[in-house]
């Protein structure tokens, strides 16, 4: 089992930042890959970003390639997503997701409960 609770979220004007950051207890939390993801109100749940295990692959969708950079500290069990050049479609719950191995290829079962991003034009 894996515990995920993300924090950081919050309102900001459009062309500002913010740090998302996941605590993740329960399984070791070098051994399996992390993943990023959003749902808007309306809208499906959406992949935002992932990372393996060790940090040394990422994977972004086109929609924040190169505003946003995924990463992780497996000494401190917490996954970030730090988010710049924010638009006001970005706004959405901003969910944490553990994969079930150290390679992404899909999301797994574990979810965080979200933190909301709100972007405001």
């Known amino acids: 089992q894996v515990q995920l609770v993300e924090s950081g979220g919050g309102l900001v004007q459009a062309g500002g930042s913010l740090r998302l950051s996941c605590a993740a207890s329960?399984?070791?939390?070098?051994?399996?890959?992390m993943g990023w993801f959003r749902q808007a109100p309306g809208k499906e749940r959406e992949f935002v970003a992932a990372?393996?295990?060790?940090?040394?692959?990422?994977y972004y969708a086109d929609s924040v390639k190169g505003r946003f950079t995924i990463s992780r500290d497996n000494a401190k069990n917490t996954l970030y997503l730090r988010m710049n050049d924010l638009k006001p479609e970005d706004t959405a719950v901003y969910y944490c997701?553990?994969?079930?191995?150290?390679?992404?290829?899909?999301?797994?079962?574990?979810w965080g409960q979200g933190t909301q991003v709100t972007v405001s034009s």
């Open positions: 990372i393996s295990w060790s940090g040394g692959s990422t």
């Open positions: 329960g399984r070791t939390f070098s051994s399996y890959a």
């Open positions: 997701n553990a994969a079930d191995g150290p390679w992404w290829t899909r999301a797994g079962r574990h």
